[in-house]
């Protein structure tokens, strides 16, 4: 938020009551650093126009010039892959503590490795919070394995058939979401390490994805993978690719389904289990991909989190992220006050 008139805007300034809170804002500026595939699905008019008419403005960073010669930003909002922009936003990030920088470059990191991202979600313990969050049991190949051991491997660790295999890095390209089933141990060893093999957990095809921005939580129905029968485990053998399964095509918000498979997970879980993360994972922008266990009402496994998601597709992300825009800027203000 740019006080006392560091970008003049007389007639962009507007009282706002928060709390007994009351404090003037002029313009926010937000600059962004995103590939232009996601500043497609994430900047749309619908949500620019919006944040305009509150004094948010969008900025894009210009890659080609450093980042402090540009500005001034109120936050930087950034998702981009690789070394040299992580260690241009830590630099900043520590150079400015006036910016608020969404998201912690090493923070973002965590995500980017399957078997790093779920850690988080093993040491909680929600277990009297109506309802058991646990991840599926899972295996890591690193890159040195050789795939021939796998079978041996997964069968010494006891791990139930049939697997989910995933690439163990996740960034950003579409090879790190090619994902395989395996239904024999045998055919394991055709696959690529470094990867994670997961156990697969029958949910009734029906997937939560739950979107966090900041405390806000909003939760979407996804079709998925259907359950797999031991009939058909017992008939089936080899591993094979699945298309991108739950995207936004894939929504099962209006489906007429069985409620015991689509009902969501329920509220106080949802926030003890948001809350949570967005400490432990210190971050303010990212979903979580949820399943129910079928034939249970409870028992839940977190598969996925992903960073700065597509919020595009998130009901009224408009609204959602121009508040916590303005959010940000009002704890600043009010941190600003009392030192
Ligand atoms: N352990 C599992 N048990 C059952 N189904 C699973 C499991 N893991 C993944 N799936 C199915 O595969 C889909 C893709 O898996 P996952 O979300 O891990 O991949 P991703 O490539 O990271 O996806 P995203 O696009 O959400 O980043 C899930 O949406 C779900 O339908
Ligand atoms: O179903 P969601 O919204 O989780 O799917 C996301 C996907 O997980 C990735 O986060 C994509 O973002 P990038 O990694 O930046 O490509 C999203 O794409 P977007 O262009 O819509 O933001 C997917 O929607
Ligand atoms: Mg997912
Ligand atoms: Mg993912």
């Given at each position: 938020?740019?006080?006392?008139?560091?970008i003049s805007s007389g007639e962009d300034e507007e009282e706002k009551q928060t709390g007994t809170t009351t404090f003037s804002a002029q313009k926010v500026v937000v600059g962004y650093a995103l590939t232009s595939k996601k500043k497609k699905?994430?900047?749309q008019p619908s949500f620019t126009g919006l944040a305009r008419n509150k004094g948010i403005y969008f900025v894009a960073v210009d890659l080609k010039k450093p980042?402090?010669?540009?500005?001034?930003?109120?936050?930087?909002?950034?998702?981009?892959?690789?070394?040299?922009?992580?260690?241009i936003?830590?630099?900043?990030?520590q150079k400015h503590p006036e910016v608020t920088v969404l998201d912690p470059p090493d923070a973002i990191q965590h995500?980017?490795?399957r078997q790093s991202m779920l850690q988080d979600v093993v040491d909680l313990n929600l277990s009297d919070c109506h309802g058991k969050v646990a991840i599926p049991r899972q295996l890591v190949f690193t890159k040195e394995k050789d795939p021939s051991s796998?079978?041996?491997?997964?069968?010494?660790?006891?791990?139930?058939?049939?697997?989910?295999?995933?690439?163990?890095?996740?960034?950003?390209?579409?090879?790190?979401?090619?994902l395989f089933l395996a239904y024999d141990e045998f055919s394991l060893s055709e696959l690529e390490p470094p990867l994670v093999l997961q156990e697969f957990v029958n949910h009734g095809g029906v997937l939560?994805?739950?979107?966090?921005?900041?405390e806000t939580i909003k939760v979407v129905r996804r079709f998925s993978l259907p359950n797999i029968s031991k009939r058909e485990l017992s008939k089936v053998a080899g591993v094979f690719r699945f298309p991108r399964v739950s995207c936004a095509a894939a929504s099962a918000d209006d489906a007429d389904l069985d409620p015991n498979i689509a009902e969501h997970p329920p509220r106080p879980l949802l926030e003890r289990l948001a809350r949570e993360l967005r400490h432990r994972l210190?971050?303010?922008?990212?979903?979580?991909?949820?399943?129910?266990?079928?034939?249970t009402k409870d028992v839940f496994y977190v598969i996925d989190i992903n960073y700065f998601p597509g919020y595009g597709k998130m009901p009224d992300y408009e609204h959602v992220f121009t508040d916590f825009l303005l959010s940000l800027m009002q704890s600043k203000y009010k941190k600003k006050l009392t030192t």
């Amino acid at each position: 938020m740019r006080l006392n008139g560091e970008i003049s805007s007389g007639e962009d300034e507007e009282e706002k009551q928060t709390g007994t809170t009351t404090f003037s804002a002029q313009k926010v500026v937000v600059g962004y650093a995103l590939t232009s595939k996601k500043k497609k699905s994430f900047l749309q008019p619908s949500f620019t126009g919006l944040a305009r008419n509150k004094g948010i403005y969008f900025v894009a960073v210009d890659l080609k010039k450093p980042l402090p010669e540009q500005g001034p930003f109120d936050i930087i909002l950034h998702k981009l892959s690789g070394e040299e922009w992580h260690e241009i936003i830590e630099d900043y990030r520590q150079k400015h503590p006036e910016v608020t920088v969404l998201d912690p470059p090493d923070a973002i990191q965590h995500l980017h490795n399957r078997q790093s991202m779920l850690q988080d979600v093993v040491d909680l313990n929600l277990s009297d919070c109506h309802g058991k969050v646990a991840i599926p049991r899972q295996l890591v190949f690193t890159k040195e394995k050789d795939p021939s051991s796998i079978p041996y491997e997964v069968t010494k660790a006891g791990m139930k058939l049939p697997l989910v295999a995933k690439p163990l890095v996740v960034d950003g390209t579409a090879k790190s979401h090619e994902l395989f089933l395996a239904y024999d141990e045998f055919s394991l060893s055709e696959l690529e390490p470094p990867l994670v093999l997961q156990e697969f957990v029958n949910h009734g095809g029906v997937l939560f994805k739950i979107y966090i921005v900041g405390e806000t939580i909003k939760v979407v129905r996804r079709f998925s993978l259907p359950n797999i029968s031991k009939r058909e485990l017992s008939k089936v053998a080899g591993v094979f690719r699945f298309p991108r399964v739950s995207c936004a095509a894939a929504s099962a918000d209006d489906a007429d389904l069985d409620p015991n498979i689509a009902e969501h997970p329920p509220r106080p879980l949802l926030e003890r289990l948001a809350r949570e993360l967005r400490h432990r994972l210190g971050l303010h922008l990212f979903n979580i991909d949820m399943i129910r266990e079928y034939g249970t009402k409870d028992v839940f496994y977190v598969i996925d989190i992903n960073y700065f998601p597509g919020y595009g597709k998130m009901p009224d992300y408009e609204h959602v992220f121009t508040d916590f825009l303005l959010s940000l800027m009002q704890s600043k203000y009010k941190k600003k006050l009392t030192t």
